[in-house]
């Protein structure tokens, strides 16, 4: 029932202002030159009588005319401003301005939860973006997906077979066209379990219902191969977002991002040991008196840089420690995992050690390895929930 080329409902179904303008135009002022007239005298004929015996005089009918002048330039020099032939067009209220951004930002909040729904599967919060006439369409297969039920079985077919499946979405523009609707533009990219990966380009009417933005209609069209070249750095795009594990004497947090251009996927680790102490055992308790922990975690912080090295033709790591160590990595994929192995360098020199990291679901990660020596003192080896994108 899936096809990955459809992937706004299976994708994006899972997305900037105006100004204003014053004034006239030499153009506009050219045209009201054009319409000034020469000032003309008010024609006068002579009430007397010719004297007798002498022929009558020609009455002046017209008076001579003046030389022209315009009316600009008659009133140049002078306090009072010449007249508009075309009145100023009144800029857009504040409050209207406020209440667009105020909208926009509504829309980004519901598609930021839309996107974290998709990415925990879970397919009621999803539809619940949607409202109950909404409906998406495949302009390249002219595929209609209407009401929310459907949108409901087409989410729930896609998770059960892929469990993996994550999205991502780049809105590019939001246009209100009214207070309670709005259209959306974006792309969407979909990165399925297996590494593949398909986008599309988007357009989406927004409606406000109950206060709040739905999803009334989606158009969107694949985004060519052509145009999405598949690196090899890709294999790791799931690994970017905040990650935290709170375990028994530490709290260990991971955040991963694109440097710019995406040539490079930059990890920041801070572990921070728990220095509260664990009450004694009462009285009659099984436990053993005393007993310490297995390790001291000590504080540390790692900047940690992933990319592609051409001429080794692996993945290849760089690990600084804030305590001035540092090491480099190379990152081999085994099935569903990864291994790595990491070699000191300066002082650490002729020191190694390893690990392996199994993504565990759509948010989970497990780092496996060694819990001492050069380990230790670089990435925290431990279990991590994704908290953030």
């Known amino acids: 029932m899936i096809d990955r080329t459809w992937t706004f409902v299976a994708v994006a179904a899972g997305g900037m202002m105006m100004g204003g303008f014053v004034g006239c135009s030499s153009a506009d002022r050219e045209l009201g030159r054009a319409r000034v007239e020469p000032e003309l005298s008010r024609p006068s004929v002579s009430r007397q009588r010719p004297p007798a015996g002498k022929p009558g005089r020609v009455p002046v009918v017209i008076a001579d005319p003046r030389p ?21 067009l009144p800029t857009r209220p504040d409050a209207a301005a406020a209440a667009s951004s105020a909208a926009a930002g509504g829309i980004r909040d519901m598609l ?23 409906e998406s369409v495949d302009l390249d297969s002219g595929e209609v997906t209407a009401g929310r039920e459907a949108v409901r079985e087409v989410f729930a077919a896609l998770f059960a077979e892929d469990h993996e499946a994550t999205i991502d979405i780049d809105v590019q523009s939001i246009r209100t066209v009214r207070a309670d609707v709005a259209v959306v533009d974006g792309t969407s990219r979909i990165t ?32 060519t191969a ?25 709290t260990a947090t991971t955040r991963c991002f694109w440097s710019a251009g995406q040539a ?19 009285a009659g308790d099984g436990r053993i008196p005393g007993l310490l922990p297995a390790a ?3 504080d540390r912080e790692v900047t940690e840089i992933i990319g592609w090295d051409p001429e080794s033709q692996s993945l290849r790591s760089w690990i600084f420690t804030s305590a001035g160590r540092f090491a480099e990595g190379v990152w ?5 995992a990864w291994k790595v192995r990491i070699e000191g ?33 670089l990435v925290p080896v431990c279990d991590f929930v994704r908290i953030a994108r």
Do not use: K
């Open 68 to 88: 022209y002048r315009d009316s600009a330039r008659a009133v140049a020099g002078s306090r009072q401003e010449p007249r508009r032939l075309v009145p100023a």
């Open 112 to 134: 930021t939860s839309y996107l974290r729904s998709f990415n925990r599967h879970d397919s009621s919060a999803l539809v619940a973006h949607w409202s109950a006439s909404g």
């Open 192 to 223: 399925f379990g297996d590494g593949d990966r398909a986008g599309s380009r988007f357009s989406a009417v927004v409606v406000r219902q109950d206060d709040r933005w739905l999803l009334e209609s989606v158009r969107e069209s694949a985004i």
């Open 226 to 250: 052509a145009a999405d070249p598949v690196r090899p750095l890709d294999q790791l795009a799931w690994l970017v977002g905040t990650w935290e594990d709170v375990g028994p004497g530490m």
């Open 264 to 282: 490079f996927l930059i990890r920041t680790h801070a572990v921070e040991a728990d220095r509260t102490a664990e009450p004694r055992p009462e």
């Open 296 to 298: 001291d975690v000590a």
């Open 332 to 336: 081999e994929r085994d099935g569903d």
């Open 345 to 377: 360098r300066g002082a650490d020199t002729g020191r190694a050690c390893g690990g392996t990291v199994v993504r565990v679901g759509a948010d989970e990660v497990s780092f496996r390895g060694e819990t001492s020596g050069l380990a230790a003192a």
